[in-house]
């Protein structure tokens, strides 16, 4: 089975920082982009970054450009997102999926599934 699981989230205080993992399984891992999402609560689930299994990695939004970057092992078949920074509005359930259909490429912020369990992080003022 496709399965995708975040960790690494937590309780942090603002202005510190957070290394947040993904673990793939099930699938060739480097034949598919992984991307980061969060959902805020009483709010959309927003894009945040994906990269292609060829490093190359695309922004979807701002909320976090600047104070984050994305690797990912394609030997350990994980995808790591570091934030650091952080604020209170960083508050959400972070999610990692794979492109729906097989692409090395990132593709548009709605072409994405295998939704796997999000890691929570809270950030305090």
């Known amino acids: 089975d496709v399965q995708l699981q975040a960790s690494g989230g937590g309780l942090v205080q603002a202005g510190g920082s957070l290394r947040l993992s993904c673990a793939a399984s099930?699938?060739?891992?480097?034949?598919?982009?992984i991307g980061w999402f969060r959902q805020a609560p009483g709010k959309e689930r927003e894009a945040i970054i994906c990269?292609?299994?060829?490093?190359?990695?695309?922004w979807y939004g701002g909320s976090v450009k600047g104070r984050s970057t994305i690797s990912r092992d394609n030997v350990k078949n994980m995808v790591y997102l570091q934030i650091t920074s952080l604020k209170p509005e960083d508050t959400a359930i972070y999610y990692c999926a794979r492109t729906l259909i097989r692409s090395r490429w990132c593709r548009g912020p709605r072409e994405f599934g295998s939704w796997g369990q999000g890691t929570q992080v809270t950030v305090s003022s």
């Open positions: 099930g699938f060739t891992f480097d034949d598919y982009a």
């Open positions: 990269i292609g299994s060829n490093d190359l990695a695309v």
